[in-house]
């Protein structure tokens, strides 16, 4: 072990430090693999639907076939793909990749001017959009590069009676499908009909080929598309299912898969990852009907959950939840934001399993850090750097900094991005001469390789002259009775320079102000205390479900309490 990587001697037993980069060529090579072994397997499940393995490699093809054969599209065109979690999507996915072609992955929440923008960012050709959202694109598509819409319903894929009816309730009764007009489109189950005349001719995909334009920091600014390559992403299903494999089964397990596949986190970890494993990906549309997704959880015996911290804390506190059967959960995986010590504590006590806490970023595909899946509690760490990943924290002047001290987190590895599409600039802004990732998140390292988040780099407060970090105030804030959710920013004060305050969704109604500073000060030190508290109803979120503390910054009422 050299000294640089003291994670090694905190390895669980049995998982390699390097992997094997050369062992599948792309992800169109995996996804082979995985229906050669699994061929009659379950896949994915949704609305009750199931497709096996040999089933998606049919569609797949079949969509493909049609990319290629009716649409003429060459090696590296994009195609956008703009819907929730459903059927539709793995299909479009491996059938883009089969096609030699890189998927756009679009959230469908996205405003006309968010589209517009990822699509002529992406010079995408095809995009296909279920038809809740054709409404957004039919504003924006004669401004983009755009050559062919395919539009699909959420029942489409579901077999008479169950899709017609669904697709009927969601337009009729709930009202969540505004008409819309997108002339010379074409609807979805028949672009699989047209692509049945076409065999899929062999197509040489490259390892360093892009697979995916993955957009990300469109809260902080211009959504910048990273571009993975199929190396990128083969190495961290290589990485994370080295890791998972220790806890996880080949042709054995069902994954809850309620974060949305367009996300990066889902994507890798759960369509990815459980593809190449052999397992179920059990699709939740509309997990924020929290009531919905909880009486869906009752028909499944899952088996691993991921998630984001505000999404455990929503099911926790769902009345229902308590009374699931967890006897064969084995894995829940938390990331994309900090795990709250409250919301960790609390999941073990209700369902038996511990809430193990991952670290990754769009630009890492996305897997860096991981805890050790037999982690008995919650340790407040994102764990140990994966297989073939070095991760380090460094001064602004370049230094790496030893165990204990905070700086910024860097990581390098084969998972790490290509750079930002066609920004050469902001790619050499966050991946120095040496190959090191700065990822604009603030951490140290302990003795025996652990790393923790302290906070992002530009949510820092700066009080006095003293750093304050919004995760410390929230993790405090979380568990306090009488408190849903919190969040913290900064905002401007006459003596400190910078003052904390906070939002906060009670659960309890006749929670005070005064209640939560009286709390902040016997369990904070007097600096990190919070000046200002607001209670809110709600805190804005990204469609993934990480508070947006931007938002807050800009919406805050100066003279709260």
Request: net charge neutral.
């Amino acid at each position: 072990m050299s000294e640089d990587r003291p994670w090694f001697k905190s390895y669980p037993a049995g998982i390699p430090h390097e992997i094997d980069l050369d062992e599948y060529r792309s992800i169109v090579s995996v996804l082979d693999a995985a229906i050669g072994k699994f061929r009659d397997r379950p896949a994915f499940s949704n609305f009750g639907k199931t497709f096996s393995y040999a089933e998606i490699d049919e569609l797949s093809r079949q969509f493909a076939g049609y990319l290629l054969g009716e649409l003429k599209l060459k090696k590296g065109d994009r195609v956008a793909i703009m819907m929730p979690n459903c059927l539709q999507y793995p299909i479009a996915l491996f059938g883009t990749l089969r096609a030699g072609l890189t998927v756009v992955n679009v959230n469908p929440m996205y405003t006309p001017r968010e589209l517009k923008h990822q699509l002529v960012d992406s010079g995408a050709s095809v995009l296909l959009v279920v038809d809740n959202f054709g409404h957004t694109v039919q504003q924006v598509a004669h401004e983009t590069p755009l050559k062919q819409v395919i539009t699909t319903g959420l029942g489409d894929l579901l077999g008479f009676p169950k899709g017609p009816l669904i697709n009927f309730v969601l337009k009729y009764v709930k009202k969540m499908v505004p008409d819309y007009a997108l002339p010379g489109a074409i609807r979805f189950n028949d672009v699989l009909k047209l692509g049945k005349a076409y065999a899929l001719p062999k197509i040489d995909i490259e390892p360093d080929d892009i697979a995916f334009l993955q957009y990300t920091g469109g809260t902080t600014g211009v959504a910048k598309g990273a571009m993975l390559t199929h190396r990128n992403l083969v190495a961290n299903m290589q990485q994370a299912s080295a890791w998972l494999g220790t806890v996880l089964q080949p042709g054995q397990e069902t994954i809850i898969t309620a974060l949305p596949l367009y996300h990066i986190f889902a994507l890798t970890a759960n369509g990815l990852v459980l593809m190449k494993i052999g397992g179920l990906n059990h699709l939740i549309t509309n997990p924020r009907d929290m009531p919905g997704f909880v009486k869906e959880l009752q028909k499944v015996r899952f088996t691993a959950i991921t998630g984001v911290n505000t999404l455990f804390n929503g099911l926790l506190n769902t009345p229902g939840f308590d009374q699931l059967d967890f006897s064969s959960l084995k894995l829940t995986l938390g990331g994309g934001m900090a795990v709250q010590r409250a919301v960790a504590e609390k999941w073990k006590k209700v369902t038996g399993v511990t809430l193990v806490e991952a670290y990754g970023l769009t630009e890492t595909s996305p897997a860096a850090c991981i805890n050790p899946l037999d982690l008995k509690d919650y340790n407040a760490s994102i764990g140990l750097p994966i297989p073939s990943t070095d991760v380090c924290v460094k001064a602004d002047d370049g230094r790496r900094l030893p165990a204990g001290e905070v700086g910024e987190l860097c990581v390098k590895g084969p998972q790490v991005m290509k750079g930002y599409w066609q920004r050469p600039d902001e790619t050499a802004n966050v991946i120095d001469a040496d190959g090191w990732l700065h990822t604009g998140d603030m951490a140290k390292m302990d003795a025996n390789g652990f790393f923790y988040i302290v906070d992002r780099k530009k949510d820092m407060i700066l009080v006095s002259g003293f750093n304050v970090y919004p995760n410390e105030i929230e993790d405090v804030i979380a568990g306090m009775p009488g408190v849903l959710e919190v969040a913290a920013i900064d905002v401007p004060d006459e003596k400190s320079g910078e003052a904390v305050k906070v939002f906060i969704v009670r659960k309890d109604p006749a929670l005070t102000a005064e209640q939560v500073k009286e709390f902040c000060r016997e369990n904070l030190t007097g600096y990190k205390q919070p000046k200002h508290v607001e209670f809110r109803n709600e805190l804005p979120k990204t469609n993934v479900g990480k508070i947006l503390r931007k938002e807050l910054r800009e919406t805050a009422a100066p003279a709260a309490a």
